[in-house]
Nanobody, 115 residues
Framework: VQLQACGGGLVQPGGSLRLSCVAS????????LGWYRQAPGWQRELVAR???????YYADSVKGRFSISRDNAKNTVYLQMNSLKPEDTAVYYC??????????WGRGTLVTVSS
């Protein structure tokens, strides 16, 4: 599985961005999907995930502002980010995983929140 993330960029505080991550290959609907982020000098942290069941999880820092969704027909997972804050600045990585297997990672897309 190869993952390609896009949608990052420069946005002002309070603005919005939507990240997309397209996966190659088949069996996309069988994967648990999610987004991590890593800011300079910080460890990579889980932002949101959406398993095959569709029960989403969000980090406390993004609850109520971010929304993760998946479109299995398009092999795509999305991260809608609203009310962005400077502390959301990071490289965002999408991943796909299944039980008993190593996760697949996209290259990352940079999100910069600054005025």
């Amino acid at each position: 599985v190869q993952l390609q993330a896009c949608g990052g960029g420069l946005v002002q505080p309070g603005g919005s961005l939507r990240l997309s991550c397209v996966a190659s290959g088949s069996r996309f609907s069988f994967y648990n999907l999610g987004w991590y982020r890593q800011a300079p000098g910080w460890q990579r942290e889980l932002v949101a995930r959406i398993p095959t069941s569709g029960n989403t999880y969000y980090a406390d820092s993004v609850k109520g502002r971010f929304s993760i969704s998946r479109d299995n027909a398009k092999n795509t997972v999305y991260l809608q980010m609203n009310s962005l804050k400077p502390e959301d600045t990071a490289v965002y990585y999408c991943y796909a995983s299944s039980p008993g297997s190593a996760a697949y990672w996209g290259r990352g897309t940079l999100v910069t929140v600054s005025s």
